[in-house]
Structures are given as structure tokens and as C-alpha cells.
């Protein structure tokens, strides 16, 4: 296994973000995660965006569900799982998730949708309709055509970015994002991409975002964690600049290619090692 570097943290930072710890994940004899270990910054008023790659079934999923604290992944068999320095005991608001599956309640307009956390915390009425309208404009709907709506009646993309809104509106320090965009037709998928960068940065917060596409992990992480097949491991860990342009645009840069295609060797490289029963 390639060794993961933990970032120092700056003077006078506070404790990191997430840590793992030796972290393995067991469903009776079958092992999930293996020894997974690392260490994400504290960055002050930014946040950073971590990117995890791997073969389907490594345990990518594993990784979010165990900082949410989700059964039945939560809690980890061996290792120990940290949130701002404090052992991971419960959900909680200051980590929100984003699914791959559409998870909007189908009887709840848009509107009351991305307002269903707010209601969850007392917010009177009045001001939480106000600031999800603020969201559902945000997130690149429009106010009079689609707050009445009911998730029946948007396209995936819509449904997601109902998601997206509902999660960023209680500002959690983490986003937790499971392959948001997996079933999206490419375009619409590049639109969100660039959303999301946006989004983001207004946010300030940690993100982890779990993804089958390497160029997504690219655009969008100033990490990428590559896992190994199962039970997943960290291999490999690389430092990304941030995006300067849209996805479509990065797509064609020399640099931005080279990045993809290096990550690529590795994974094509961990298929052949899988294939052969190494």
C-alpha cells in the first residue's frame, strides 16, 4: 500500500475535520473497509473538497456512512472514526448527505422539501419559506415555476439539485455526497459539476464526494483517495488544483488530461492485479 501523508495542521488550526483511524468495516466474515487511515484538515472559512475513486463494492460508501454515523456501516468493527477530534457517536446536523438515489418526500412540494429541515428544528413558518426559496434559486430553479412542484414532476437533475438545497440550507460542516450525480445524462451532469464548485465555496464547508468517473473526481477535488478493490484501502492520495474554469472546459486541458490519465493507469493497473488473483 502506497502511505498516506497527514496533513500537518497550520499554527494555531484547530483539530482536523475527520480522522481515520485504522479503520476496518466487517459484515460477519466478509471485510468491507480495510485499515483505512486518514487525516483531513481544518481549513478555516473554505473547507476542502476530498474526491474518493475506487472499484464498485471497495467500500467508498462505507466511508461516508461510517463519519455519518448510518447503520448498518456505522459504527467501524476496528479503528476509530473522529469528527473535529471527537469520536463519531451519532447523525447529526452538523453532517449532511446527499444520495445517489432521488430521496425527496414524494407527497411535499419543493418548497417544503427543502424546508423539511428547518421544520425538523422549530424555524417558524414564515422564515423558513423565505430562506428556501433563497435555496431553491441557489441551486438553479426557479422560484415561481418550481416551489409548488412535487418531485413527481422534475426531471432527475431537478429532483437532485431539491437534494442538494435540502442538505446546504442547515449549513453542516461535512457533506457527505454518494455519487449525487451518477444518474444524470452527461450534459446535465457537467451543469451540476460547475453548480456544485459554487455552491461550495458559499458554503465554506468539508466535502466528501464518492464517484465511479475519474474526471469528476478531478474537477472537483482538491484530493483524490483511490481505493483498492475489496476490502478497500487507501493506494493512493493525490493533490488536485482547484478548478479555473467550467468541466467542459478542463476536459480539454493538456494538464487536466495527464491528472485523469494517470489515475487511470492505476485503476486499470489494480483491474489487472484483481483479475490475475493478486
Keep these: 500500500m502506497v502511505p498516506v501523508s497527514e496533513p500537518a495542521a497550520a499554527a494555531g488550526?484547530?483539530?482536523?475535520?475527520?480522522?481515520?483511524?485504522?479503520?476496518?468495516?466487517?459484515?460477519?466474515?466478509?471485510?468491507?473497509?480495510?485499515?483505512?487511515?486518514?487525516?483531513?484538515?481544518?481549513?478555516?472559512?473554505?473547507g476542502e473538497f476530498i474526491a474518493i475513486l475506487g472499484p464498485s463494492g471497495c467500500g467508498k460508501s462505507t466511508v461516508l456512512r461510517l463519519i455519518a454515523a448510518l447503520r448498518p456501516q456505522y459504527p467501524a468493527t476496528q479503528g476509530?472514526?473522529?469528527?473535529?477530534?471527537?469520536?463519531?457517536?451519532?447523525?447529526?446536523?452538523d453532517r449532511g448527505m446527499v444520495f445517489q438515489d432521488?430521496?425527496?418526500?414524494?407527497?411535499?412540494?419543493?418548497?417544503?422539501?427543502?424546508?423539511?429541515?428547518?421544520?425538523?428544528?422549530?424555524?417558524?413558518?414564515?422564515?423558513?419559506r423565505k430562506r428556501a426559496e433563497e435555496w431553491i434559486d441557489k441551486v438553479g430553479l426557479d422560484v415561481k415555476r418550481d416551489a409548488r412542484k412535487y418531485p413527481g414532476e422534475l426531471s432527475g437533475g431537478m429532483r437532485q439539485r431539491v437534494a442538494i438545497a435540502r442538505t446546504l440550507i442547515l449549513s453542516p460542516r461535512i457533506i457527505l455526497m454518494d455519487e449525487p450525480f451518477g444518474a444524470l445524462d452527461p450534459t446535465t451532469r457537467l451543469h451540476m459539476q460547475a453548480l456544485l464548485v459554487e455552491l461550495w465555496k458559499e458554503a465554506q464547508a468539508t466535502v466528501f464526494f464518492?464517484?465511479?468517473?475519474?474526471?469528476?473526481?478531478?474537477?472537483?477535488?482538491?484530493?483524490?483517495?483511490?481505493?483498492?478493490?475489496?476490502?478497500?484501502t487507501i493506494i493512493r492520495e493525490m493533490v488536485v488544483p482547484p478548478p479555473t474554469?467550467?468541466?467542459?472546459?478542463?476536459?480539454r486541458e493538456r494538464a487536466f488530461i495527464e491528472r485523469v490519465c494517470e489515475i487511470r493507469d492505476i485503476m486499470d493497473n489494480l483491474a489487472t492485479s484483481t483479475r490475475a488473483g493478486d
Design 245 to 251: 474554469h467550467p468541466p467542459k472546459e478542463m476536459l
Design 80 to 93: 476509530t472514526v473522529l469528527v473535529e477530534g471527537k469520536p463519531v457517536g451519532e447523525p447529526g446536523a
Design 13 to 46: 488550526q484547530s483539530a482536523n475535520i475527520v480522522d481515520f483511524r485504522g479503520v476496518t468495516k466487517r459484515f460477519g466474515n466478509l471485510t468491507v473497509i480495510r485499515d483505512v487511515t486518514f487525516s483531513v484538515p481544518n481549513v478555516p472559512d473554505k
Design 210 to 232: 464518492v464517484t465511479h468517473s475519474i474526471e469528476e473526481a478531478v474537477y472537483l477535488g482538491d484530493r483524490v483517495y483511490v481505493f483498492s478493490s475489496a476490502p478497500g
Design 102 to 128: 432521488y430521496t425527496s418526500f414524494d407527497n411535499r412540494t419543493v418548497e417544503d422539501n427543502v424546508a423539511f429541515g428547518l421544520e425538523c428544528r422549530g424555524v417558524p413558518a414564515r422564515e423558513r
